[in-house]
Nanobody
Framework: QVVLVESGGGLVQAGGSLRLSCAASGRTVDRYAMGWFRQAPGKEREFVATISWSGGSTYYADSVKGRFTISRDNAKKTVYLQMNSPKPEDTAVYYC?????????????????WGQGTQVTVSS
């Protein structure tokens, strides 16, 4: 069993910065890829970023590339999403996900565990 708890969401001005955290407990999540997804009202859940088990490989959605950075601290079993220069269109509920693979991509089917989400609202 894996439990993921996101934190750090809130209201941020466009052009500011915000860091989301995802604390994991349970299975050896430090050996598996982790990802961030988001879902805006009335839209489907979409991929944001993923990081391999070692942190050596990362992959981003085009919409956030160059602005967001995913990282992890396996000793703390925590994954982070640094959001720089957020835009109003980044407003969504952000979900942390743990994969069943050491390296994962953008498909939700590659992730077996999900957090409950944290709301991020970007004001213009």
């Amino acid at each position: 069993q894996v439990v993921l708890v996101e934190s750090g969401g809130g209201l941020v001005q466009a052009g500011g910065s915000l860091r989301l955290s995802c604390a994991a407990s349970g299975r050896t999540v430090d050996r598996y890829a982790m990802g961030w997804f988001r879902q805006a009202p009335g839209k489907e859940r979409e991929f944001v970023a993923t990081i391999s088990w070692s942190g050596g490989s990362t992959y981003y959605a085009d919409s956030v590339k160059g602005r967001f950075t995913i990282s992890r601290d396996n000793a703390k079993k925590t994954v982070y999403l640094q959001m720089n220069s957020p835009k109003p269109e980044d407003t969504a509920v952000y979900y942390c996900a743990a994969s069943v693979y050491t390296i994962a991509g953008a498909a939700t089917t590659q992730y077996g565990y999900w957090g409950q989400g944290t709301q991020v609202t970007v004001s213009s």
